[in-house]
């Protein structure tokens, strides 16, 4: 399974952008890359994902390096609700499975 | 309701004895998923389906059984609970297409006595 590479914490002040960083140097021309969030006591919650091109959507934004070993997921206003643990991960696109290897994440703490 | 979810919501069990959690959605999706999670190892997969009557292993099967007999239904069994076990079990679908989004069902706590 390809790996990813996150820090283990970060912190930011509410209302402020919060840049999370990946790397993810092993990925293949064909995986995509997902995030996603657990806040305290509830299941993992999707966030994004992309193949090749940045995304956008209601929650955050997925920045792609151009050549895809690294990401970086925003989230443009922390709030307090954002503070979580955030997951970056490779969906590999071989064979059947559709399973997602989750890692450590980061930690996000989010000072009001 | 539409979604995903798991029942129950918290479990205590004794060692030795069988315990089945259940997982239902109502996306009509074709995978299904069985995480655990544990302080110090983050959500480890322990068994998928791809679809009604098929099922393969994840990272940590072992002491689990598993069955899928319907798309919507997707129980995990403990046949015979261990302490190691106590941990908090997230169920997740995602379609068959596409990314392979995972929507995750709220969990259930399992503590073995």
């Known amino acids: 399974d390809a790996k990813t590479t996150q820090p283990n914490s970060m912190e930011s002040n509410e209302e402020e952008p919060v840049h999370l960083p990946c790397n993810h140097s092993?990925?293949?021309?064909?995986?995509?890359i997902h995030w996603y969030r657990q806040l305290p006591s509830q299941g993992p919650e999707y966030v994004i994902h992309?193949?090749?091109s940045n995304v956008n959507n209601r929650m955050a934004s997925l920045a792609i390096a151009e050549d895809r070993k690294s990401s970086t997921l925003i989230l443009h206003r922390a709030t307090l609700r954002d503070a979580a643990v955030y997951y970056c991960?490779?969906?590999?696109?071989?064979?059947?499975?559709?399973?997602?290897?989750f890692g450590a994440g980061t930690i996000l703490r989010v000072k009001s | 309701d539409a979604g995903i979810t798991q029942s129950p919501r918290y479990k205590i069990t004794e060692t030795g004895r069988q315990v089945t959690l259940m997982c239902h959605q109502t996306?009509?999706?074709?995978?299904m998923f069985w995480y655990r999670q544990d302080l110090g190892h983050g959500l480890r997969l322990i068994y998928y389906s791809a679809a009604a009557d098929i099922t393969d292993k994840g990272e940590v099967p072992d002491g689990y059984v598993v069955s899928r007999s319907k798309t919507e239904n997707f129980p995990l069994t403990l046949e015979s609970a261990t302490r190691s076990q106590t941990s908090v079990y997230f169920c997740?679908?995602?379609?068959?297409?596409?990314?392979?989004?995972?929507?995750f069902g709220p969990g259930t706590r399992l503590t073995v006595l």
């Open positions: 092993t990925i293949s021309g064909t995986d995509y």
């Open positions: 992309g193949l090749t």
């Open positions: 996306w009509s999706h074709s995978y």
């Open positions: 991960i490779l969906r590999e696109n071989r064979g059947y499975g559709n399973k997602l290897v």
């Open positions: 997740a679908s995602s379609g068959s297409g596409g990314s392979g989004t995972q929507y």
